[in-house]
């Protein structure tokens, strides 16, 4: 999953990767309630509370989950076991990474 924010200088957007999947648990990753980072477009440095952070749901993972239903679906294909299941594995994938941004989302801390 990955955090947005927006320069304050060039007005920008940046990102912060990270593995946990609510605020709470990226603010014991980060160690502090406040980021300073530094802009990847113009160098300034800009500070933002973790609350004003927005997660976004990682595209990677929803194209990843598309290319295995592809992949299920050529090695179904011969047994002819082709469904509407392989087409519900990408969507199921992008489901749960939505579901776990907006309750990232959802957590603000203090
Ligand atoms: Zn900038």
Known sequence: MKL????SSCKKENYL???TTN??????????NE??????????????HINRLHAE?????????ILIAI???????D???VSTLTAT???????SDKARTSGFNRTMVK
């Open 79 to 81: 047994l002819g076991l």
């Open 35 to 48: 980021i300073n980072e530094r802009c990847k477009h113009c160098g300034n440095h800009t500070k933002r």
């Open 23 to 32: 605020r709470h648990d990226f603010l014991l990753e980060y160690g502090k």
């Open 71 to 77: 992949l299920v679906t050529i090695m179904l294909w």
């Open 17 to 19: 990767k990270t593995k």
């Open 89 to 95: 594995i990408p969507i199921a994938i992008g489901f």
């Open 4 to 7: 947005s924010y927006y320069c």
């Open 57 to 65: 749901p990682n595209k990677l993972i929803l194209i990843g989950g």
